[in-house]
């Protein structure tokens, strides 16, 4: 069975720390990799696509490392705004997606 | 560009009532998915379809639900009859082909009492 895995935090972390999340897939034939965010009572929106090479957008840094099978999250200078749920997601050659439950990510003032 | 549409917003029905949600796709995209998603899980996928044919519905409790995209666009995913625990939001992606991210609709919030 195809599973993607992720801590479900919360994780509580001060505005302006630096906070990380990793996740774990188990289909080795996964292509495609996005991290999406979820605001409460909203739908998923893309955050970012994760590439081989890693990618970095702003204060977001995403890395894929195939030979473990994780893909990671890393959020700089955290913002209150960054308060939302963040969602691990594995694609594969039949455009099937498969979603983590969520990291939900609280940031104090 | 226009977004994935998904009506309706809202839904409150009663238990062994039917209900139907329909979605509209962006325009173009091959890939249409269904989800179920219960607060404080990720999506579910219940069905998934390429143009208008399935690609995977082993999640689908196909003794109640059953959804239809008829010609390759628009979709609609249907109940009957409803029970408590299908008291969820749905939600309606669609996806160019490809390994492009997928978008999502709204989503439709049904409450089964």
């Known amino acids: 069975r195809k599973e993607v895995e992720q801590d479900p935090g919360p994780f509580n972390v001060p505005e302006g720390a630096t906070v990380a999340f990793n996740c774990t897939y188990s289909?080795?034939?996964?292509?495609?990799f996005f991290w999406y965010r979820q605001d409460c009572r909203k739908e998923p929106k893309l955050l970012m696509s994760?590439?081989?090479?890693?990618n970095e957008d702003g204060r977001f840094t995403a890395q894929l490392n195939r030979a473990s099978q994780y893909i990671s999250l890393l959020i700089r200078d955290s913002k209150l705004s960054d308060s939302a749920t963040y969602l691990c997601v594995a694609g594969d050659s039949n455009y099937q997606l498969i979603w983590g439950a969520g990291t939900k990510l609280i940031i104090k003032p | 560009e226009a977004g994935v549409a998904q009506s309706p917003r809202y839904k409150i029905i009663e238990k062994r009532q039917s209900v139907a949600f329909w979605c509209n796709p962006i325009s173009g995209h091959a890939t249409l998915y269904w989800y179920q998603q219960i607060l404080g899980q990720g999506p579910k996928l219940l069905i998934q379809?390429?143009?208008?044919?399935?690609?995977?519905d082993s999640q689908l409790p196909k003794d109640r639900f059953s959804a239809e995209r008829l010609k390759g666009v628009d979709s609609t995913l249907k109940i009957q009859p409803a029970k408590l625990e299908d008291s969820a939001v749905y939600l309606c992606?669609?996806?160019?082909?490809?390994?492009?991210?997928?978008?999502f609709g709204q989503g439709t919030r049904l409450t089964v009492v």
């Open positions: 992606a669609s996806r160019l082909q490809g390994n492009t991210e997928a978008f």
């Open positions: 994760v590439y081989s090479s890693g």
């Open positions: 289909n080795s034939a996964s292509q495609s």
């Open positions: 379809f390429q143009n208008n044919g399935v690609v995977d």
